[in-house]
């Protein structure tokens, strides 16, 4: 019965937007330009965060999850802290610490990089509210890898940095895998923290969830199907993510 | 040539051990857990650093503190068997095995990797990777990957303890035999006397972070220097074959002469042991009396004095050793060089089949 109401709950709003929009306005609307601009903007500026986390997060989720040092547990709260922080809430600190009139905003102006209401600033609100959803989840993969497999891997004539790269990358490839996931779906609904750092200018900071709701008083329609992507999208992750899964779980050495 | 000299501190432990191995011999550290075995393996591996070293294999200085030489691991060529066997999950058997054959086209990588798990009856199982290969098959896999880069060195921390005991009698005499034709030094550590005996040509026994005495097996047994050392070495291990009377009893011809009857059922090739403390000594001339089932005429070679007890080393168509008070060496006038009669219960003697129909692969 509780099952019943769960499931009722969390799949008719999904449902409705689908019921709501034929799929030839969908089509029509999603032809329209400012839709064209948003869906393209949030599917560059998520993908150039998304290769920034990987990028930097993924030796940082190695080093904090090999070493141990003082204040190990501080650094980590840090890192995580942007998880539970409201996106308005991350949004003004973004202002007040790299914006025009933030704490290092002098620093940014200098170095000829404009970041507020820009769509490089797009980039730096996914990339902050998002990260510490990879690095969380890349550090649990990487602590749970045996260090004795990167021991053997030494002992058979491999350096650190090639055990990390032919061993410890794969073994930890699942929890990694599922930590992009999870990275990529905050970042394209991220709605909060970029309005309020970057504004809501079609073609360059207005991304998918910003128009959606530039939209939704004006234009339901054009607003269902923008939503109607959003959803898809997030499936196609989330199922992405269950294949990783599944598929080490068959290859066998998920249990490993 | 592999001598391995270390001091150091590994947590609670204070490590005080030098060791030395001959090529193509085998030396069995055996001991109690977090006695140090491991460390010594991984000082020899380049994998922990003490203090105060000297690691040398064949002539060349992988460490020494004082004349600040350091090795790194994956330029020592040692093939080094892990506890839990450290195989990679996402590789199959064979690209494990082909894992330090990085210089070598893939053919031939696959080649040399099919090769070696063909020597130890892998070979159909190269495709598999480790979450489907039993216990066993993974030893061997790792044993496999081990001797890929013809070490200089074989390291192997207990190789068979993660094996059930019906894959064990197997693997043992597998792993005897890749010994026996290995040139490379090995060290190998143990929790299992036993098993350091059956594998080690020299055994050493180490308690507390330091080596307490060296010999063969069968001298350990026969005259241990501490109590430590008598109660470690545990039962003495006789080899024969075994075959079931209509008594019910089993009957075991020893390698070398004599016969023992043991409760145990087995038929074939077996390992029959039985604790020095409960082998009684009488004079040779006595006549059979009492309950003991099995008598041989053996020689007292040794006597060594533990506490309040004597271990005798003894000599029989096999070495074997007896532990009784002084007082009854006292009694019965025992001197070494004495003809005396040996005896024990059916009942107090285990038996272990050690030929491959009696094991499982």
Redesign the interface.
């Known amino acids: 019965m509780s099952l019943a109401i769960a499931l009722t709950f969390l799949t008719v709003p999904v449902v409705g937007i689908f019921v709501g929009s034929s799929p030839a306005d969908l089509i029509s609307s999603l032809g329209e330009r400012g839709s064209l601009d948003a869906l393209w903007l949030s599917l560059r500026t998520t993908t150039i965060s998304i290769a920034i986390i990987l990028i930097v997060g993924t030796p940082a989720a190695y080093l904090l999850a090999s070493r141990s040092f003082r204040g190990k547990a501080l650094v980590v709260t840090l890192i995580e802290l942007p998880l539970v922080l409201p996106p308005a809430v991350a949004g003004i600190a973004l202002l007040a610490a790299v914006g025009p009139a933030g704490i290092l905003g002098g620093a940014v102006e200098a170095a000829g990089i404009e970041l507020s209401l820009t769509t490089a600033g797009v980039v730096v609100a996914l990339t902050f509210v998002s990260s510490p959803f990879y690095v969380r989840q890349a550090m649990a993969a990487f602590a749970a890898v045996?260090r004795?497999?990167l021991?053997?891997?030494?002992?058979?004539?491999?350096?650190e940095a090639r055990g990390f790269l032919?061993?410890m990358i794969?073994?930890a490839?699942p929890g990694l895998a599922s930590g992009m996931a999870l990275a990529l779906g905050r970042a394209l609904g991220e709605f909060g923290a970029t309005l309020m750092f970057a504004g809501s200018f079609q073609g360059v900071t207005q991304t998918v969830p910003l128009a959606i709701y530039d939209r939704f008083s004006t234009d339901f329609d054009s607003a269902l199907a923008l939503s109607a992507v959003l959803v898809a999208l997030s499936a196609a992750i989330l199922l992405a993510v269950k294949f990783v899964h599944g598929g080490a779980a068959l290859?066998?050495?998920?249990?490993? | 040539m592999l001598s391995v000299e270390a001091r150091a501190t590994v947590g609670a432990l204070r490590l005080d051990v030098a060791v030395a191995v001959d090529p193509g011999e085998c030396l069995a550290l055996a001991g109690p857990s977090g006695a140090g075995k491991t460390s010594v393996l991984r000082v020899a591996a380049g994998l922990l650093r003490p203090a105060q070293g000297l690691v040398e294999a064949n002539g060349e200085t992988w460490l020494d503190t004082e004349g600040g030489i350091e090795v790194p691991a994956e330029r020592r060529r040692c093939g080094y068997v892990f506890q839990d066997y450290a195989l990679f999950p996402h590789l199959t058997a064979w690209q494990n095995v082909a894992y330090p054959l990085r210089r070598l086209g893939r053919r031939e990588r696959r080649a040399r990797a099919v090769g070696l798990l063909e020597r130890l009856g892998l070979g159909e199982r190269a495709d598999a990777r480790p979450g489907s290969l039993s216990g066993g098959e993974r030893q061997r896999v790792a044993l496999a990957r081990a001797l890929a880069r013809r070490p200089e060195v074989l390291l192997l921390d207990e190789p068979l303890s993660a094996l059930d005991a019906r894959t064990r009698a197997g693997a043992t005499r597998e792993l005897a035999e890749v010994l026996r034709a290995t040139e490379a030094p090995a060290l190998l550590v143990t929790h299992d006397f036993t098993e350091a005996a059956q594998l080690g040509d020299r055994v050493g026994i180490i308690d507390a972070g330091r080596i307490v005495q060296q010999g063969t097996p069968s001298e350990l047994a026969a005259t241990p220097r501490s109590a430590f050392v008598a109660d470690f070495t545990g039962a003495v291990v006789l080899t024969g074959t075994a075959r079931t009377r209509a008594d019910g009893l089993t009957h075991v011809e020893l390698d070398g002469g004599g016969e023992v009857v043991s409760a145990d059922v087995a038929e074939g090739a077996v390992a029959l042991s039985v604790y020095p403390w409960e082998i009684a000594i009488e004079p040779a001339s006595e006549r059979h009396h009492g309950s003991a089932q099995n008598r041989l005429s053996v020689e007292v070679l040794s006597m060594t004095t533990i506490g309040n007890r004597v271990r005798l080393g003894l000599a029989g168509s096999q070495p074997l050793a007896a532990e009784v008070t002084q007082a009854a060496v006292d009694q019965l006038g025992l001197r070494t060089g004495a003809m005396v009669t040996a005896s024990w219960k059916a009942a107090a003697t285990r038996l272990v089949t050690t030929t491959a129909g009696g094991t499982t692969r």
């Open positions: 045996d004795s497999l021991d053997a891997s030494r002992t058979l004539g491999a350096s032919r061993v794969p073994v490839l290859g066998g050495w998920q249990a490993e």
